[in-house]
C-alpha cells in the first residue's frame, strides 16, 4: 500500500453517491467497479470522496469484475484535469439476485482484499445491493447511516436496496470507516415532506428540479462546501 495518511472516516457528497447508483443500476445483476475521487482532508482528519467514474469496458461476471489498468490510469489523469481531486479509491457492488439474501454488513471478499493490499489507494467501497420484486411501501426514512450494523449507509431507491461501506487498512487489515454524508437529510426531508425519491426528482423538468434542489441545499451545504475546499486546494 501506499497511502500517506491514515483516517478513519470518510464524508461521501451526493454526486460520488449517484454516480455509484448508476453504475450499480446499468449492470445488476453482475458486479460493478470504478474510481472514487476526493482527497484526503489533514484538517478534519477524513478522507473526503466527491466523484466517482465507473469502469465501463469492465469484464463482468455475477460474482467477480475485472478491468485494464492501463484504462483506470486513463481515468484517473482525465480525473485530476476535471478538478474531481485525486483517486482514492475503488468501489465495487455485491449483487444478491433471485431469492439470495444480501449481507446485512458487506465487506471485501479475500478476493477483493488481495486485489486491494496490491493497489495504491487508501479506501475500498463495497456495496451490497438487491433489487425487490415489487416496490417496497417505506414509511421509514429512505437514507439512513445505520448503527447496526455500524457505520453503514442504507438507501433505498425505487425497488433497489443498498448497503454502502467505505473501508481503509491497518496494520493490513480492513477498518470500517465512519460515514458522513450530511446531503441525505435534505433528501430525507424531500420524502416526508413532498413524498419524493431520488428516482422521482430525475423525471421532473430541469425548471422544477432546481427549485426543489435549492430546497435541498438549503438543508444541507455540505456538497457546496466541498466543492469550494477542492477549488480552492487543487486549482
Request: proline share 6%; glycine share 6%; with cysteine.
Amino acid at each position: 500500500m501506499g497511502e500517506e495518511y491514515y483516517f478513519d472516516s470518510i464524508t461521501v457528497n451526493l454526486e460520488a453517491i449517484i454516480g455509484i447508483i448508476f453504475s450499480i443500476t446499468e449492470t445488476y445483476p453482475k458486479e460493478t467497479a470504478g474510481v472514487l475521487f476526493g482527497y484526503p482532508d489533514e484538517l478534519n482528519e477524513e478522507y473526503v470522496c466527491i466523484g466517482v467514474a465507473p469502469f465501463q469496458t469492465a469484464k463482468r461476471r455475477d460474482r467477480e469484475v475485472e478491468w485494464d489498468n492501463s484504462k483506470e490510469n486513463r481515468i484517473n489523469h482525465v480525473g485530476r484535469l476535471l478538478g474531481r481531486g485525486k483517486p482514492i479509491g475503488n468501489f465495487h457492488s455485491h449483487s444478491y439476485p433471485n431469492n439470495q439474501i444480501m449481507e446485512a454488513d458487506p465487506w471485501p471478499s479475500p478476493e477483493d482484499f488481495k486485489s486491494w493490499i496490491s493497489s495504491i489507494y487508501p479506501v475500498e467501497a463495497v456495496i451490497g445491493v438487491k433489487m425487490h420484486r415489487q416496490k417496497p411501501q417505506r414509511k421509514e426514512q429512505v437514507w439512513k447511516i445505520l448503527d447496526r450494523p455500524k457505520n453503514c449507509l442504507k438507501a433505498c431507491v425505487g425497488r433497489f436496496e443498498l448497503r454502502f461501506n467505505f473501508f481503509t487498512l491497518l496494520d493490513q487489515k480492513p477498518q470500517k470507516l465512519e460515514i458522513y454524508c450530511p446531503v441525505i437529510n435534505g433528501l430525507n426531508y424531500l420524502w416526508y415532506i413532498y413524498q419524493l425519491s431520488l428516482q422521482d426528482l430525475l423525471d421532473f423538468s430541469p425548471k422544477d428540479r432546481y427549485t426543489i434542489i435549492g430546497k435541498l441545499k438549503e438543508i444541507s451545504q455540505a456538497d457546496a462546501e466541498i466543492e469550494r475546499i477542492i477549488i480552492e486546494k487543487y486549482d
